[in-house]
């Protein structure tokens, strides 16, 4: 039994050091989407052989780290590192224009640090509450995954749209569900869905770069130009310390601001976050300590919902029933042969709550050791080195790569094209009609729901 535990927890130090280091340097590049890349990478991990509790751990980690860098590009450039930083752009803005956006990226990263460390315990405490209604929630899940499906859409930027097109985005799933069954003689396919629709905002681009009427659309006639701020470190030595850089009331707000996100699971962390700066800046009194002030506690409100999204479900349920959940969280609840939902064989049965509590604060200590100290002594410098060298579109089509590899290792070419059809239709819903890929995810799970009981399908 110890020779077993040292085995796991060697396991998980390497696979958080792994995910620590290679998304450090996937977060500096701004606009890279944590479901294009942390789900492609966690889903990798899975399907080569990763013990279930180091594969949390990577997933974790991973998050962590490009949450705690994806501050960077957002302060020091005035873009969002990914979806996630967009909320922070405009308290980020206003702190440049006053000349400090250095202050801005050591709240953000600092208020991050504290929210990851404070919500992990407390997800897995709510998630063992709600883990009682686990079989409920598994006999009725179809109907569930429904309910839910409506009522993220009804949240998103498309709104009636999105609510309207769970129908058929679920008919055109189902549709393709049988049509692999009927190409590989077997039960139809998951993985290629998911990753197409993680990464259909990009191949709508490519295909807009292939069409002669949309092209010009796309194409940037001069470089794009970037105004750095100096560098700025009011501590000594390497690794500052986070609780150091926020002040007293700013560590209560997070306090209160983690405690309660941490129990949310189904709510977008973008709108959760929105809300709890619209809340903290009706608080606070003067300009620079209602900025600096707001965009921590937004940062770790930020985060505290997205662990959440992620913990919550995987210890109570095993099924995903989070917009994170389904997005870059998705490989750990299914990844096909390795977990599955039904029979229910994933993280949730194989890692108790327990450890999972201890590897995700691992992950996230080991993320923050790595990601911090970087951030918080090189962000100019990193940023200026990957503006110069590092295109968004040379790690996006890195990640396309594997998506392809992937999804004909499920389904071999079949797999493939039905990814890039749904990741085509999906980035077109998503890019013109805002149907994000949280509804299209959802509609997935809703689909053969829909299909047997709306339309009678077998």
Known sequence: ????????????????????????????????SETATIAPAVLLVVLVGFPPAAAFTFCIAAVAAKHIIHAVP???LGVPGDNM????????????????????????????????????PIAVSFALLLAPFGKIVQAWSG?????????????????????FMLIPFGLLIQAFEKLAINVNGKAGLQIAYLLGMA??????????????????????????????????????????????????????????????????????????????????EAKVKGLYEKLTTSVAVMNAATESTYMAEIIIPLVAFGL????????????????????????????HTLVSPLQICGY????????????????????RRASAWVLRNISQE??????????????????????????????????????????????QMMAFYASAWIAHVLFGAK
């Not at 110890?2 to 340097?25: H, K, R």
């Not at 109907?143 to 609510?163: C, D, E, P, Q």
């Not at 992950?363 to 090189?378: H, R």
């Open 1 to 32: 039994m110890e020779a077993q535990f040292v085995s796991t927890l060697l396991w998980c130090l390497w696979a958080a050091l792994l995910g620590s280091v290679l998304f450090t340097f996937i977060g500096l590049i701004a606009g890279t």
């Open 74 to 76: 957002t302060a020091i």
């Open 85 to 120: 930083a967009i909320p922070m752009l405009e308290p980020c803005a206003a702190l440049r224009a006053l000349g400090a956006p250095h202050m801005a990226l050591q709240k953000m990263i600092s208020g991050a640090v504290l929210g990851m460390v404070l919500s992990i």
């Open 143 to 163: 109907l569930i995954f429904t309910i839910v499906a409506i009522g993220i859409a009804y949240a998103s930027k498309g709104r009636w749209a999105s609510i």
């Open 199 to 280: 990464v259909g905002p990009m191949f709508v681009d490519v295909l807009g770069a292939l069409s002669p009427v949309a092209r010009s659309r796309l194409v940037q006639q001069t470089p794009t130009e970037f105004w750095l701020a100096p560098e700025f470190k009011p501590w000594a030595g390497f690794i500052p310390n986070p609780l150091g850089i926020l002040t007293a009331r700013q560590k209560l707000y997070i306090l209160i601001s983690t405690a309660l996100t941490s129990l949310t699971f189904t709510f977008s962390p973008v709108g959760t976050t929105l809300i709890v700066g619209q809340v903290v």
């Open 320 to 347: 995903p029933l989070s917009p994170i959940a389904m997005q870059s969280g998705i490989a750990l609840f299914i990844a096909p042969p390795v977990f599955t939902t039904s029979p229910m064989h994933n993280v």
């Open 360 to 379: 995700g604060l691992l992950a996230v200590i080991v993320a923050a050791c790595i990601a911090y100290p970087l951030a918080m002594n090189y962000a």
């Open 394 to 439: 040379s790690i996006l089509t890195m990640f396309a790569g594997l998506v392809v590899v992937i999804s004909y290792y499920e389904a071999g070419w079949i797999g493939v094209g039905i990814s890039v059809t749904i990741g085509s239709i999906g980035g077109i819903l998503q890019k013109f009609f805002g149907i994000n890929i949280g509804v």
